[in-house]
């Protein structure tokens, strides 16, 4: 009898001839977590890991936030043998301290010499001989499952956050101001297996006052997701050395097409397939539909995964998440610099014109020379790799 970690993956079963690509996936990121050594098993429509050195309820803690991952159980795994089976019932009902349960018996190999409903009896009468209750109602639920060479039981399960492995379809750029809204908007795409680095401009005097003041930490929080991360932030002064002395309505339009242009260069020389926003339609003046569309297209893909979620919506996942305690800390973010009465209904045409009489190319450019990057894993945490400008680091890869 050894003790194990029983993983079921959520959507990866539905993937037809892909589904080993996202298995290979989903395991390496296993192995990330907890350690190349781990062995990880791969028993049918489950992973299984089998360490004498493991402690389950910590490799649970941190399985649950890989995303791919629809349920983790603690228990045991054995010989798929009635008398084995029967043991290790008994064994995880002591352990767990149950004195009523519902049981529920799966065995997905045929060539067994009994069904699922014969091996549950057996089951069910073995243990109320030994005065448990089994009862549907009840609500702990010990699964038993039986695959061609082992028998699974467990009692204690954990919810994952299902979604697919990250990395498993393709590295986005996601623009993160400190607030809830990019935060949640650049876990919805970990979700959806892309590995998602972030872009961050900041108002302080170097990009280290930036990270160490809140950013550092809110990158920290998301990598525990995203398992690494990469960074790039400098200051949006370039932007406002244009602008401080002009007179205009369209300064939040304006500045959210500087924001999309900067991201865009930095996207297309390092290989990112779309751009993250943390828009939700209507919900402050730059994120009005004249003005989304007034802001222009960039040359890629751009992803508003919140785009019909209310505030209240969006801050339920930032609680599910974990992450809502970073992001309510106070910090100074761009928006808070954005002066009010601004216009809710802009045209491209007038925003192309004031783009063009600002000189506002000559800003991104500026902005572009002075990013900064920093690289986060879950071991040695978040930190500088490239004081040098972002022209001097465009050929390297991630």
């Known amino acids: 009898m050894e003790t194990a970690v029983v993983i079921h993956h959520s959507e ?26 781990t062995p990880v098993y791969r028993d049918e429509n489950r992973l299984a890991i089998i360490a004498d050195n493991l402690v389950p309820e910590e490799a649970v803690e941190k399985l649950r936030k890989i995303f791919g991952i629809h349920s983790i159980g603690i228990g045991v795994r054995v010989e798929p043998t009635v008398d084995e089976i029967e043991n290790a019932v008994h064994h995880v009902v002591e352990k767990e ?42 609500g702990q639920l ?94 949006f002064t370039p932007f406002y050395k244009h602008i401080w002395d002009k007179r205009t309505r369209l300064e939040i339009v304006l500045f959210r097409r500087y924001l999309l242009r900067v991201a865009e260069e930095i996207a297309l020389s390092r290989g990112y397939r779309a751009l993250v926003l943390g828009d939700s339609l209507a919900q402050v003046a730059s994120q009005t539909l004249p003005n989304i569309l007034a802001v222009g297209q960039p040359r890629i893909p751009i ?36 002066a009010r009465h601004q216009a809710t209904k802009a045209d491209s045409r007038s925003v192309e014109r004031e783009w063009q009489l600002f000189g506002l190319d000559a800003a991104v450019e500026k902005t572009l020379q002075e990013i900064e990057v920093y690289r986060c894993t879950l071991r040695a945490g978040l930190h500088k790799v490239s004081p040098q400008p972002m022209k001097d680091v465009v050929a390297e890869k991630p």
């Open 12 to 37: 990866i079963a539905l993937k037809g001839r892909k589904r080993g690509y996202f298995e290979t996936k989903l395991v390496d990121n296993i192995k990330y977590v907890l350690g190349r050594g």
């Open 97 to 138: 301290s149950l004195t009523s349960l519902c049981l529920e018996v799966k065995r997905s190999y045929k060539g067994h010499p009994f069904t699922s409903q014969e091996l549950r009896r057996m089951l069910a009468t073995s243990l109320v001989q030994r005065g448990l209750q089994i009862s549907k109602d009840s």
């Open 142 to 235: 010990m699964r038993v499952e039986v695959t061609e060479k082992n028998a699974y039981v467990y009692a204690r399960v954990v919810r994952g956050f299902g979604g697919l492995p990250v990395d498993s379809s393709g590295r986005v750029l996601s623009l993160i101001s400190g607030g809830v809204d990019s935060a949640v908007a650049s876990l919805l795409l970990m979700k959806r297996g892309c590995r998602v680095d972030f872009l961050h401009l900041h108002s302080y005097r170097t990009s280290d006052e930036a990270v160490d003041e809140k950013i550092g930490e809110l990158v920290e929080k998301l990598t525990e997701y995203n398992l690494k991360s990469t960074l790039y932030t400098a200051s």
């Open 303 to 338: 992803f508003r995964p919140l785009i019909g979620l209310d505030k209240s919506e969006i801050i339920e996942l930032a609680q599910k998440y974990g992450v809502l305690e970073t992001v309510s800390k106070p910090y100074k973010d761009c928006c808070s610099l954005i």
